[in-house]
């Protein structure tokens, strides 16, 4: 069993920062990628930013020059650091992650339970 747990959302003023977290714990054989989507209220979950086990990165073009992704691999972790945040970043951003159980297992995608962000003064 996978869990993926995420941390560090909460309420911000414009222009401030924000740090999220995601643990993956479990029965592990490799993550693939792990990234970050948001859900905004009334539209589709889209996807904010990835990081890949080579360590490349893609960012949604709206995110570009203020979010960071990073990962730990050795604590299975990933991050999303949010600077200059603006309203329009106020979503549930949810943690995801492909991962194989098993060297002869295919790639399977977890998500984490979602935490909020809210940019508001």
Do not use: H
């Amino acid at each position: 069993q996978v869990q993926l747990v995420e941390s560090g959302g909460g309420l911000v003023q414009p222009g401030g920062s924000l740090r999220l977290s995601c643990a993956a714990s479990g029965s592990i054989f490799s993550i693939v990628a792990m990234g970050w989507y948001r859900q905004a209220p009334g539209k589709q979950r889209e996807l904010v930013a990835v990081i890949r086990s080579g360590g490349n990165t893609d960012y949604a073009d709206s995110v570009k020059g203020r979010f960071t992704i990073s990962r730990d691999n050795a604590k299975n972790t990933v991050y999303l650091q949010m600077n200059s945040l603006k309203p329009e970043d106020t979503a549930v951003y949810y943690c995801n992650a492909g991962i194989r159980l098993s060297i002869t297992m295919r790639t399977q995608d977890y998500w984490g339970q979602g935490t909020q962000v809210t940019v508001s003064s």
